[in-house]
């Protein structure tokens, strides 16, 4: 009842809305043994929907899912705030998903921590330079080192099956996995040595519908699906009432580190009905979880944000992604022969000279200073001076001369190379 009695009190969320949650409370809340869920064929399903718990089962709820609907078309349109809310987050690299949702927790004033595993100059530049863009009234910045370990490791880790487990995979199981549940552990002990218990910190867990599908990825996805075990864990273990917990599983996003050297096929997916994302696009879906409404919700039970646009709808992906790249693959060699036997087919019409003039050579500019060595003046320029004679004593003054410049580039030519 305490939900919606708040929320019949806000003046700011409109009728409409108010009936939407109070259909979904009576759903979710009211009869948590009747499922109140209208059964619907996978296939009219929609593509970015939430998930609540029946039984033992995740099922698709349309109330719930409504509702964040609605929360997506709000911040959309009207925007949101996270004013006074404090955000940590990893994984926050250039390209990231991450580093869209960072883009628009400051534009709602929220204070972030950030954490990187790569923290040097540029690295803080760019969050410096991403909070002179988005930050607003309230929003802060705090950026920390932190290294789950080696960067070069997690990387060299594709194409590894089972017979090609070793420690570097295991590695990355203990990024991907055990870490994040040290971090979830600490936050929790902080909450409870402060006895803070009427304010859980929301979780966004990073899954994937990727559990094997692609194969070749080592321990991946047996690490996100160990995540999955936190639902049960929010009331099986005593933490629950210091975490809340939002699942998002993420479908497939374009150009991050993650997913860049799949870029090309991404395209293709569409026609079998699968929906791929930016990284802008899957950040505005997870800032969408992270709305008050929703998270006063996952205070009472975790929520399952589906958010993997149709790939789990399709068995056979790693086929699909396999056959795409290798048509992909004959029709740029065939392009590739094409334009050489056109170039050949030039080459004898023209002349090989002939080639050189729709050639285009791009011409840099490049620092190549000469300095002639300085006119000297001669000694009657200097009778002016000698009006100073005798005026103070030569002994005691000190006097520098010279001209030109030392610094840490060397002199001022060197370091125009090193500007230019
Ligand atoms: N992209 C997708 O299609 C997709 C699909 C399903 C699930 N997901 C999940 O969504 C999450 C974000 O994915 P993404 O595509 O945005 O990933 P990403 O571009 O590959 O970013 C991963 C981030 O992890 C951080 N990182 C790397 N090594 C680290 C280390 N040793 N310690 C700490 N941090 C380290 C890096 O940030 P710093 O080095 O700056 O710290 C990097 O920005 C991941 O959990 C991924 O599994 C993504």
């Known amino acids: 009842m305490k939900l919606w009695t708040i929320v019949k009190s806000q003046s700011e969320i409109s009728d409409d809305q108010k009936n939407r949650i109070k259909a979904l409370y009576e759903g979710v809340f009211l009869q948590p043994q009747v499922s109140g869920i209208a059964t619907v064929s996978a296939n009219k399903v929609p593509l970015l929907h939430l998930k609540r718990k029946v039984g033992t089962n995740w099922e698709y709820s349309s109330n719930l899912t409504s509702v964040y609907l609605n929360i997506l078309h709000k911040i959309a349109t009207a925007g949101t705030t996270f004013k006074v809310k404090n955000a940590l987050l990893t994984g926050v690299g250039k390209g990231s998903i991450c580093v869209e949702v960072v883009k628009g927790l400051f534009s709602g004033g929220a204070h ?7 923290h040097n100059r540029s690295t803080v530049e760019y969050y410096q330079s991403i909070f002179q863009t988005f930050g607003s009234r309230g929003s802060a910045l705090t950026v920390v080192p932190f290294n789950q370990d080696s960067k070069q490791d997690v990387e060299a880790l594709n194409g590894r099956e089972i017979d090609g487990i070793d420690n570097k995979s295991e590695l ?27 304010c859980p910190t929301q979780v966004i867990l990073p899954l994937s519908p990727n559990h094997g599908l692609f194969g070749n990825d080592s321990l991946y996805s047996d690490s996100k699906i160990s995540l999955e075990t ?29 997913m860049g050297l799949t870029n090309i096929i991404a395209h293709k997916l569409k026609s079998y009905g699968i929906r791929t994302f930016s ?43 396999t056959r795409i790249q290798s048509s992909l693959m004959k029709e740029s060699d065939l392009r590739r022969a ?26 840099l500019p490049h620092a190549n200073f000469r300095f002639k060595f300085p006119d000297l003046e001669t000694q ?9 004679c005798d005026l103070i004593d030569l002994e005691k003054v000190m006097v520098v001369t010279g001209s030109g410049e030392a610094g840490p580039w060397g002199n001022s030519r060197t370091r125009w190379e090193m500007e230019a």
């Open 172 to 198: 990355a199981h203990c990024i991907m996995l055990t870490n994040l549940l040290r971090i979830l552990g600490a936050v929790k002990g902080k909450q409870a040595s402060r006895q803070f218990l009427t």
């Open 230 to 258: 936190l639902f049960q864990r929010w009331t099986s273990e005593s933490w629950g009432e210091y975490l809340s917990l939002t699942g998002a599983v993420i479908g497939w996003t374009r150009g991050t580190t993650l």
């Open 380 to 388: 009657e320029t200097l009778i002016n001076v000698t009006k100073l």
């Open 279 to 321: 990284a802008k696009e899957m950040a505005f879906n997870i800032l969408g979880l992270m709305h008050p409404l929703l998270f006063s919700i996952t205070q009472d039970e975790p929520i399952w944000a589906d958010l993997n646009g149709g790939m789990d709808r399709l068995p056979d992906l790693a086929e699909i992604t």
């Open 112 to 118: 972030i921590v950030i954490t990187t595993s790569r």
């Open 338 to 363: 094409i334009a050489h036997d056109n170039a050949t087919d030039y080459k004898i019409l023209n002349g090989v000279d002939a080639e050189c003039l729709i050639q285009t050579v791009d011409v």
